[in-house]
């Protein structure tokens, strides 16, 4: 017979499976959400109000600086070279004395020519005699007509042939005079180039070159104009009443700062060239101290127009977005947002602004990377340095 088991075991069995039931239809808790990150601190940023000022505008382009004169210094006559009487490298004036060729063949060759000369004025002195006599004869019909004319045109002749003599002499004169040579010009002269006791050839274009000489005060800077601007600057120079050359350009070498050599322009070329579309200037400098060696790297810029009132910024506080320049300007409850602005020139250190900006606004200037449009700044206050021209 089978076993019953009591009744509180049976209520006990009942009570568990009814918990355990009762736990697997419970819903389950989602989990707690994260707790929100906290605002970041206000990006500290310098911001100043853009520098009002009186603005120059100016073109800048770059050339090399270029001698006034340049003279290669060659010989006249052919020779030994004899002496070499300068310093390379030194100053030299017009008419010094540089080199010496062996003036012996030429001193003959011209007391040759001078005793070639006395011969002929002694023939022409003759026949001037003759010529007297034969006139006299004529006259007492004791000679020809024949003869009479004979003696003239031997007076013509040796006229003639004294003529030809004194040209000689005046060539053996320049040879002589040519194997000293002397500076066509003021300037500094570079070395030396062939040595004494070399043979140097003095024909026409196979000259033998000796040496250098470049003029060295003023000096030419030479430099390639666009279209636009060439018109500009005469539009600028008509308003003016004057021409375009003699306006006012400024010169800077590769190791300086600001534009400290003042010049004008003195040459613009008759005609644009057709493919480059610019047009050659030309500035002219004083260079009283040597410091513009020609051949030397340098910046030239021109004045662009008069004079105006203009808003500066640095390049700093400047951002870009694709084409537009934009800066990020602080509102009184230090919210900054983003201006589209037109730039301008650089003047010095600065840039004009062209539009978008007023002067009354306060510019973030240093602290950009970390800015968001309607973000929150804790602002510094400086005040900006004027633009140095």
């Known amino acids: 017979m089978k076993k019953i088991p009591p009744l509180s075991a049976i209520s006990h069995t009942l009570l568990i499976t009814l918990l355990l039931l009762s736990g697997c239809n419970k819903p389950q808790e989602s989990p707690a959400a994260p707790a929100q990150p906290p605002a970041p601190p206000p990006a500290k940023v310098k911001i100043a109000q853009p520098l009002s000022q009186q603005v120059t505008e100016w073109d800048e382009f770059t050339g090399r600086v270029e001698a006034v004169n340049t003279v290669e210094v ?85 006229t003639a042939a004294v003529e030809s003599a004194t040209a000689q002499v005046a060539s053996a004169q320049l040879n002589l005079e040519f194997t000293e040579v002397r500076a066509p010009i003021n300037g500094r002269i570079g070395r030396e180039l ?15 070159k000796l040496a250098t000489i470049v003029s060295m005060n003023p000096v030419y800077v030479a430099v390639d104009v666009d279209e636009r601007a060439i018109l500009s600057y005469r539009r600028e120079a008509q308003k003016q009443g004057r021409k375009l050359e003699g306006t006012k350009v400024e010169l800077a070498l590769s190791d ?23 047009v050659s200037v030309r500035g002219v400098f004083d260079n009283a101290d040597e410091l513009l060696s020609p051949g030397f790297f340098a910046r030239m810029r021109i004045r662009g127009g008069a004079a105006y009132d203009g808003l500066l910024l640095p390049d700093r506080a400047i ?9 990020w300007v602080m509102s009184p409850d230090k919210k900054v947002t983003q201006h589209k602005i037109i730039a301008g020139k650089k003047i010095g250190d600065l840039r004009v602004i062209s539009q978008g900006l007023k002067a009354d606004e306060w510019v973030v200037i240093e602290g950009l990377q970390k800015l968001r449009p309607n973000s929150f700044v804790e602002p510094e206050k400086i005040t900006l340095a004027p633009a140095a021209e």
């Open 74 to 158: 060659r010989a006249r006559v052919s020779g030994y070279l004899e002496k070499i009487n300068f310093t390379a490298g030194a100053a030299v004036k017009k008419g010094d004395l540089l080199f010496v060729i062996d003036p012996k063949p030429f001193k003959a060759q011209l007391s040759y020519a001078l005793a070639e000369l006395e011969q002929a004025k002694s023939r022409r002195e003759l026949a001037k005699n003759e010529l007297a006599r034969a006139k006299n004869l004529l006259q007492a019909k004791a000679i020809s007509t024949e003869e009479y004319d004979a003696r003239d045109k031997g007076l013509r002749g040796t």
């Open 194 to 208: 062939i040595t004494v006791g070399n043979l140097v050839n003095g024909s026409g274009g196979d000259a033998t």
């Open 256 to 278: 300086e700062q600001g534009f400290p050599h003042a010049g004008h322009l003195d040459y613009v070329a008759p005609m644009e060239n057709p493919v480059t579309g610019t």
């Open 319 to 327: 951002g870009t977005d694709q084409a537009d320049h934009f800066v």
